[in-house]
């Protein structure tokens, strides 16, 4: 029996999606030749990227005057793309600090230019998402993160902002409607909530690049990759190819508005348990809660192994919290049904 995947990263992918993709290992097409063999320069592959982008571009409605790019290198990268290419000479740019990965982002930034820190969470670990701060108008761009995996909070609602708009999404994009106009650039890594790990998706305003002075090392520059749509070398074709499938099972299920109120529904009803069963807590300020990744303590520490048995019996496969925040974080990334959930949630209300 297939388990009930709860992992932050690398996600849950659909099942039609796996199975497509391990049909195109060995025979893409039928064409008696593996997708991993082809030429990326070939029609059928072409086809494939051609195909990714515009699900990319229908499901997030976006509008004209913006590229859609899969590049490689992880969201880690874009930390540092981000501020290279958006950055003046001793320029300046202001960041949230709302966990890990936007601590990562401040670090390479700073290694361009001066970050200034916005909005802190960081007082208590985390588990808010900080509001009402300024962002001044004199910065190069504003950089927030959307959704924090580690901590399991959410931004509900972003700031209007005086300046370019920069955002890692990793592991919310596809979850929900955003206004892609309110951003200048979007980036997410495919292997939370898109595809396998490989390929990172960005989404940026052609009229955002050129303006720095800065020599941008050509693979790292945003416009080499525009301007060979994506494939200015060899892209990574699996990885885009399995994101392309997985982008279609989310349309033919409705797109992003069906799947918002799934994913609503999922985290509502898991919340709703951690919320009335006593051993249980949730770790995030509710009003900041994640529809993604929802994290959780056993208060009495003791009835964890009970708690870890059950759950391996009923074959749920990565619960356990990150490090530094410990109990259990459950992430209901798109494709996770919500029969699994509740699978979850029949367990939590079993353990007395
Ligand atoms: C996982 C994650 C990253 C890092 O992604 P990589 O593709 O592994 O570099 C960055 N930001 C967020 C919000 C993440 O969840």
Not at 3 to 18: D, R, T, V, Y
Not at 288 to 297: G, P, T, V, W
């Amino acid at each position: 029996m297939k388990k009930h995947n709860f992992s932050a990263g690398p996600c849950i992918l659909p099942q039609e999606a796996l199975q497509q993709a391990s049909q195109a290992i060995l025979n893409f097409n039928n064409d008696n030749l593996s997708l991993i063999e082809i030429s990326h320069r070939s029609q059928p592959f072409i086809d494939v990227m051609d195909k990714a982008r515009s699900l990319v571009k229908e499901l997030l409605e976006i509008p004209e005057g913006y590229s859609i790019l899969f590049l490689q290198g992880g969201a880690s990268l874009e930390f540092l793309m981000a501020p290279l290419n958006l950055m003046q000479n001793e320029g300046k740019a202001a960041y949230t600090n709302t966990g890990a990965w936007a601590k990562k982002a401040i670090t390479e930034a700073n290694n361009i230019g001066e970050v200034i820190v916005v909005g802190d969470s960081s007082d208590k670990n985390y588990n808010y998402i900080p509001k009402g701060y300024q962002i001044p108008n004199d910065v190069d761009y504003f950089h927030c993160t959307s959704n924090n995996t580690i901590y399991g909070t959410q931004m509900k609602e972003f700031p209007s902002c005086p300046t370019l708009m920069v955002c890692d999404m990793s592991s919310d994009i596809f979850s929900r409607k955003i206004n892609v106009n309110n951003f200048d650039l979007i980036y997410a890594g495919a292997q939370k909530n898109m595809g396998p790990a490989g390929t990172t998706l960005v989404i940026l305003k052609d009229e955002i690049l050129g303006k720095t002075e800065r020599k941008i090392p050509t693979m790292l520059d945003y416009k080499t990759h525009i301007k060979k749509d994506s494939m200015f070398n060899t892209p990574p074709v699996f990885p885009i190819y399995v994101s392309m499938l997985n982008l279609q099972w989310l349309k033919d299920l409705g797109g992003i508005e069906t799947i918002e109120k799934i994913n609503q529904e999922k985290a509502k009803i898991l919340y709703a348990e951690i919320d009335r069963n006593p051993l249980f807590t949730g770790t995030a300020n509710k009003e900041d809660r994640s529809n993604m990744n929802i994290c959780f303590l056993l208060k009495d520490a003791s009835k964890e192994e009970l708690f870890n048995q059950l759950c391996d019996d009923a074959g749920i496969n990565g619960i356990k919290g990150h490090r530094s925040v410990g109990g259990y974080r459950a992430s209901i990334y798109n494709a996770m049904p919500i029969d699994s959930v509740k699978v979850l949630i029949d367990i939590m209300k079993k353990i007395k």
